[in-house]
């Protein structure tokens, strides 16, 4: 029991081993892993808010008035990177299918922009709406939220 017991512990230092020595060997091949800089980690208490990606939009929200029911809303939201390391949008949602977004998938170099279009389908859509857009990047608040907001008239 007692060697079964060490041969465990011991495969499983191994793989962990193992990992950070892929982890090492990514970094080093220059994959856009080398850049992703995780601010919050469980091995520290600390912070640290000097050396990450900031997003900052020109507008987080964007009201299309009042349309009929059937148009197509197109909007870019506009963004600056204003941290001191590249930002990497790693994914952007909506919560349904009639509003898609697309975002840059190279990083975006601090003092870069960039943008994020969002088109929303109003078909079957009526009274006031509101879509949000979840943004994840190698930011402080890992996700950030857009809004489309407007009424959709039958």
Do not use: M, Y
């Not at 793989?15 to 990514?26: K, M, Q």
């Not at 990177?81 to 898609?100: F, M, Y």
């Not at 998938?105 to 078909?123: A, S």
Request: hydrophobic share 35%; aromatic share 6%.
């Amino acid at each position: 029991l007692l060697s079964s017991f060490l041969l465990l512990c011991t495969c499983e230092q191994t793989a962990a081993t193992n990992a950070v020595t892929t982890d090492e060997a990514a970094v080093e091949a220059g994959e856009t892993a080398s850049i992703i800089r995780n601010p919050v980690t469980a091995l520290s208490e600390e912070i640290d808010t000097t050396s990450i990606a900031e997003i900052t939009f020109d507008n987080e929200t964007h009201n299309f008035g009042t349309v009929d029911q059937g148009a197509i809303i197109t909007h870019d939201f506009k963004f600056t990177n204003t941290g001191a390391v590249p930002l990497v949008i790693s994914d952007v949602r909506s919560t349904c299918g009639c509003t898609v977004a697309d975002w840059p998938r190279e990083p975006i170099p601090p003092g870069g922009k960039g943008e994020i279009p969002v088109r929303f389908d109003t078909k079957n859509k009526s009274g006031i709406q509101s879509k949000p857009v979840t943004i994840t990047a190698n930011t402080l608040n890992a996700k950030t939220n857009l809004f489309l907001n407007g009424r959709v008239e039958e």
